[in-house]
């Protein structure tokens, strides 16, 4: 007697349990994929962030470093004007970090520099204004450039070494040195002990137009969604009397 042989294969049940089981994995790592790429996309602008910002607190770091105020004023006809004005969400000084970038340029390592948070397409933005070329007018002119977008918060203070305190603002201009009458030369230079007498009398009345040790910088900036960072720094500034010599 010849035995049927049976052909082994699927039923209908098995192979709709098999697809399922395939559709719900397939899902499962387009998910991980969806979900790593996110994350990627996340980070990625997380470090364009705080790459931004830290090469903008370098940046102010950087000049406020090598702010300075001069003595050298002509009292007939002021040519230029040094000044450092400081407040809490804006800075202008005079500073000494200045770099040619042109050859034959008229122009030397002495400039002015001033940051302060404007309103642009992008949302609020530090800018960065510097005039090459110093003159009695700092507030006006020079190139504007901005160093980063999207920030929420802007805060500067200013240590003050006699106070043992931080201040919000702090106020040094030479011209007001000059109108008082500490600025500028006090005497003809008559004999070497006098010229020395007059600069040590002259350098005690300037202690008034010293700048600040340090310039403290505080920076949040927000991401499109809605997550701040914070970001912070101190300058220490190198030239704080008045150069008088």
């Known amino acids: ?39 990627r996309e996340e980070i990625s602008r997380v470090e364009e962030l705080n790459h931004a910002a830290q090469v903008a607190l370098r940046r102010m770091a950087s000049d406020i ?80 450039e901005t160093l980063v977008t999207g920030v929420k918060d802007f805060r500067l203070a200013y240590w003050d070494d006699k106070a043992e305190d931080w201040k919000d603002e702090w106020k040094a201009v030479m011209e007001d040195a000059l109108r008082s009458g500490s600025a500028g030369t006090l005497s003809p230079v008559l004999v070497p002990a006098g010229s020395a007498m007059m600069k040590a009398a002259q350098d005690k009345l300037l202690e008034d137009f010293k700048l600040p040790s340090r310039v403290y910088v505080r920076m949040v900036l927000q991401d499109s969604d809605g997550n701040e960072f914070p970001f912070e720094t101190q300058a220490r500034v190198q030239l704080r009397f008045p150069l008088n010599f």
Do not use: C
């Open 65 to 144: 470093s090598m702010a300075y105020l001069s003595n050298h004023v002509n009292q007939q006809e002021p040519a230029t004007a040094t000044i450092f004005q400081g407040r809490q969400d804006s800075l202008l000084f005079s500073y000494l970090g200045h770099e040619r970038r042109r050859r034959g340029a008229r122009e030397s390592d002495q400039g002015i520099v001033e940051y302060r948070l404007e309103r642009t397409a992008e949302g609020r933005a530090l800018i960065r204004r510097e005039k090459a070329t110093p003159d009695a007018e700092p507030e006006r002119g020079g190139i504007r």
């Open 1 to 39: 007697m010849r035995m049927r042989r049976t052909i082994a294969g699927f039923t209908l049940l098995e192979v709709l349990v098999a697809v399922g089981l395939l559709a719900f994995v397939s899902l499962l790592m387009v998910q991980a994929i969806r979900l790593s790429f996110r994350a």
